[in-house]
Nanobody, 115 residues
């Protein structure tokens, strides 16, 4: 059974930081390209960042320079370090893993940026 389990969300003040984690099980993790998406209330789910098996990264423009995606293949985990958070970063953050025809999603973790 494949599972992607996100953690690390919460309430943070503007300008603060959070690190999200996504632990994968039931897959051979290292070949997967891993992604982070987010969905704010009333909006479509949007791409945030991705990291390939070769650790090539890609970011949505609005988070470049503030967010960093990384992976630890030994722990089957992908991370999203989020710095300088803004109220508009408030959303449910989802982890996604893709390889060949496989496409798996986590259940999401809430991030709320508010004073």
């Amino acid at each position: 059974q494949v599972q992607l389990v996100e953690s690390g969300g919460g309430l943070v003040q503007p300008g603060g930081s959070l690190r999200l984690s996504c632990a994968a099980s039931g897959i051979f993790f290292s070949p997967y390209t891993m992604h982070w998406y987010r969905q704010a209330p009333g909006k479509q789910r949007e791409f945030i960042a991705s990291i390939t098996k070769n650790r090539i990264t890609n970011y949505q423009n609005s988070v470049k320079g503030r967010f960093t995606i990384s992976r630890d293949n030994a722990k089957n985990t992908v991370y999203l370090q989020m710095n300088k958070l803004k109220p508009e970063d408030t959303a449910v953050y989802y982890c996604n893993g893709r390889y060949d025809t496989d496409n798996y999603w986590g259940q999401g973790t809430q991030v709320t940026v508010s004073s």
